[in-house]
């Protein structure tokens, strides 16, 4: 089985400040770990993924994670926030290949970024 | 390349209706995943679909329900709707079940 915790359910950050969200996993088989954002009324757009290769993931946008299995983490960080990734921001894990490919959603993070 | 499309955007229904969501995949995807979006209960797995069968389902009663045609579309039919229905539905899709899922705009479900 796996699961996601969000610690937190809100960050608040200044215009051009680091960002970092927090994302700890727990799973009983190699995960594959992703973040996605939402935007309001929208649905959800995939940030990047980690699926096994290198350790420090690079996604869209500036964002990037590192898999720390001895933590079990998977930490989001940006070294410059925007006013435009103002959003919520949901963790995910499903296993490695095999016969279930459902993603399983922490309970996500409202980004503000203040001027 | 067109993401994938869900319709309607909003559907309004009364308690015990039902209701029919359509989701179109990516072409060339062959798998369609649906999730629950209720405030304060984060998103939710409902349905899997690959090549037409269902694949798994989440903890979620059986008049929630589904199908997947032969082109790969895929409906979600929520039969006696509840108060606790309303929601956002999303629809995803993948290449294959190994691949990274990519997700529609969603419909928004609301039961009066």
């Known amino acids: 089985a796996q699961s996601v915790t969000q610690l937190g359910s809100h960050v608040s950050v200044s215009e051009g400040a680091l960002v970092l969200l927090r994302c700890n996993y727990s799973s009983s088989v190699p995960p594959y770990l992703f973040w996605y954002v939402q935007y309001p009324n929208q649905g959800l757009q995939l940030l990047l993924k980690?699926?096994?290769?290198?350790?420090l993931v690079k996604g869209i946008n500036d964002f990037e994670a590192e898999f720390k299995k001895s933590e079990t983490s998977f930490h989001l960080t940006k070294p410059s926030a925007h006013m435009s990734d103002a959003a919520e921001y949901f963790c995910?894990?499903?296993?490695?290949?095999?016969?279930?490919?459902?993603?399983?959603f922490g309970k996500g993070i409202t980004l503000s970024v203040r001027p | 390349e067109a993401g994938v499309t869900q319709s309607p955007t909003h559907l309004i229904k009364t308690r015990g209706q039902q209701a029919t969501l359509r989701c179109s995949p990516i072409s060339g995807h062959t798998s369609v995943y649906w999730y629950q979006q209720a405030l304060g209960l984060g998103l939710q797995f409902l349905l899997w679909y690959d090549e037409g069968e269902e694949r798994n389902r989440g903890n979620f009663p059986p008049r929630f329900s589904g199908r997947q045609f032969p082109n790969y579309s895929s409906e979600l039919n929520v039969n006696a709707l509840e108060l606790e229905d309303s929601a956002l539905y999303l629809c995803?899709?993948?290449?294959?079940?190994?691949?990274?899922?990519?997700f529609g705009p969603g419909t928004r479900l609301t039961v009066l």
């Open positions: 995803a899709s993948s290449r294959d079940s190994d691949n990274e899922q990519f």
């Open positions: 980690y699926t096994s290769a290198a350790t």
């Open positions: 995910a894990v499903r296993p490695a290949p095999g016969a279930n490919s459902k993603l399983t």
